[in-house]
Nanobody, 125 residues
């Protein structure tokens, strides 16, 4: 059974940093592209960043480019999101997910079918 467990969220002041982790089990980690998504109450879940199963291919939404970095550690089967220079508008529940097809890269939320439970990130002024 595939499990994804996020951690690392919390309360941080604007301008600060957090690193989110997503530990996976039951997943052939090296075969699957992964992504980070976020959602605020009353809004749809949106993609934040994605990383391919192949080395070196990533995608970021414009609002987080140059501030967030997605990475993965195959030895630990873990996905990361380093978030720097956090802004109030980054406040959300953050989720990690794996794409539904092995060896396939996508930034479209509909292509992701296995999700963690989420970790809350709150940025204060």
């Amino acid at each position: 059974q595939v499990q994804l467990v996020e951690s690392g969220g919390g309360l941080v002041q604007a301008g600060g940093s957090l690193r989110l982790s997503c530990t996976t089990s039951g997943l052939d980690f090296d075969e699957y592209s992964m992504g980070w998504f976020r959602q605020v109450p009353g809004k749809e879940r949106e993609v934040v960043a994605c990383i391919s199963w192949r080395p070196g291919e990533t995608y970021y939404i414009d609002s987080v480019k140059d501030r967030f970095t997605i990475s993965r550690d195959s030895a630990k089967s873990t996905l990361y999101l380093q978030m720097n220079t956090l802004k109030l508008e980054d406040t959300a529940m953050y989720y990690c997910a794996s794409v539904r097809i092995p060896r396939f890269f996508s930034m479209h939320i509909g292509m992701y079918d296995r999700w963690g439970q989420g970790t809350q990130v709150t940025v204060s002024s």
